[in-house]
Every structure is written in structure tokens, then in C-alpha cells.
């Protein structure tokens, strides 16, 4: 049973499309994150949801709209998609609190954003 | 600000050998923590092992190890017995506290490849 699951697993789509990636985790995690992971493999944080809230943007632009359901989904729907977005998109959970050593942070399978 | 460097971007070892990646680190907050993953060629994010900067112990995971040498600021990972599956690029994160959320810091990984 995937822990953290992310659909599509591949999206490949032309310059100034509107396009979503959904995210789901069944772990009972309360805090939910999307990094980004570009062409060198340098990975970096995008966004953080904590029981449906924003607590980080990490100076995304604003065509990029994280949205949280419940605490169970982060969603993240990019608008107008440029050349410079395509990477590696991963969606990852964690626990707030210490209940596992490294706070349980489990990351999906990625999803990989092609732009043409 | 938080920083993780890892200085070797790619390294051969023979299989059934130990192997070291480096890892280190910097930062002023007295309470931290310290990850490795593995991403294969297939593309996911592995958790392998944590070390918290309380923890008295170097953290241990099967084959796994994590050199913790505080003084140094040094996270490195040991991966005892290579195996061909091991081959792969491995990330160090560091977990920076933000207020009610986590965010890791990612090195630039170093890419493991495994000699039969």
C-alpha cells in the first residue's frame, strides 16, 4: 500500500497550459510538502502544509497554487507553464512532532514535468 | 543559513567493498537533524538513515551507518558490503525548523556506482 502517492507520474505538455499534480498520503501525517528537483538533481523546497495550512512558499512564483483539501492531499496546480518548469516534481510528508526519529518525512515517486 | 555540501559528485566502489560518502554540514541551531537518501535511475526518494544532533550514538540501518562526527560537522554515510543495487545518487539533507513545519536542505548528491 503506497505510503505517499502521486499522480501522474509523467506529464508532458506544451508552453502557456494550465496542469495539476495530485498528491495523497495515507501515513497520518499532518504536514505535507512539494520540492522540486531540476535537470542538475539539485533538490529544494517549493512548498509546506501543515493541517491544511501554507506555512512555507519558498519564493515560487505565482503561477504555482499549492492547495490542501485536508491534511491527507496537497495538490499543486501550476498555471501558464514556462520551459524553466520542467523538472522532477516530489510530494513528501512528515509529522510535526518527534514521534519517529526522522519525523517519519516520506516522499512520493515523483513526478516528472516536461514543458515543450 | 543552513548549508550541506557534499563534495564528491560521483564514486566507484567494487562490489562487496565499503564505501564512504561525505557529508557535511553547518549550521548555528543547536538542534538538528541529519538525512540520507537514495534515488536509483527509476527515480523515487528512499529514506536510508537519521542522526539528531542529540542522538549519543551513530545511527545504524542494516548496512547502513552514519559516520556522526559533531565537532566536524560531519554526517558521512558508510554503506558496508556494496551490493549492485546500491548504485545510485545519494542526497544528505539537513531538517531546518520552521515555524510549525520541517524543511530539508539538500547537498547536490554524489552518484554511486557499483563495479562488479
Known amino acids: 500500500d503506497t505510503a505517499v502517492s502521486q499522480t501522474p507520474k509523467y506529464l508532458v505538455t506544451q508552453m502557456g497550459n494550465d496542469k495539476s499534480i495530485k498528491c495523497e498520503q495515507n501515513l497520518g501525517h499532518d504536514t505535507m510538502y512539494w520540492y522540486k528537483q531540476d535537470s542538475k538533481k539539485f533538490l529544494k523546497i517549493m512548498f509546506s502544509y501543515n493541517n491544511k495550512e501554507l506555512i512555507i512558499n519558498e519564493t515560487v512564483p505565482n503561477r504555482f497554487s499549492p492547495k490542501s483539501p485536508d491534511k491527507a492531499h496537497l495538490n499543486l496546480h501550476i498555471n501558464s507553464l514556462e520551459l524553466g518548469d520542467s523538472a522532477v516534481y516530489f510530494c513528501?510528508?512528515?509529522?510535526?512532532?518527534?514521534?519517529?526519529?526522522?519525523?517519519?518525512?516520506?516522499f512520493g515517486s515523483g513526478t516528472r514535468l516536461t514543458v515543450v | 543559513a543552513q548549508k550541506i555540501t557534499q563534495t564528491q559528485p560521483g564514486m566507484f566502489v567494487q562490489e562487496k567493498e565499503a564505501v564512504t560518502l561525505d557529508c557535511t554540514y553547518d549550521t548555528s541551531d543547536p538542534s538538528y537533524g541529519l538525512f540520507w537518501y537514495k534515488q536509483p535511475s527509476s527515480g523515487e526518494m528512499i529514506f536510508l538513515i537519521y542522526q539528531g544532533s542529540y542522538d549519543q550514538q551513530n545511527a545504524t540501518e542494516g548496512r547502513y551507518s552514519l559516520n556522526f562526527q559533531k565537532a566536524r560537522k560531519s554526517a558521512n554515510l558508510v554503506i558496508s558490503a556494496s551490493q549492485l543495487g546500491d548504485s545510485a545518487m545519494y542526497f544528505c539533507a539537513m531538517r531546518e525548523v520552521m515555524d510549525s513545519s520541517y524543511k530539508l536542505i539538500f547537498g547536490s548528491g554524489t552518484r554511486l556506482l557499483v563495479r562488479p
Open positions: 513528501a510528508s512528515s509529522l510535526l512532532q518527534i514521534r519517529t526519529g526522522y519525523y517519519g518525512y516520506t
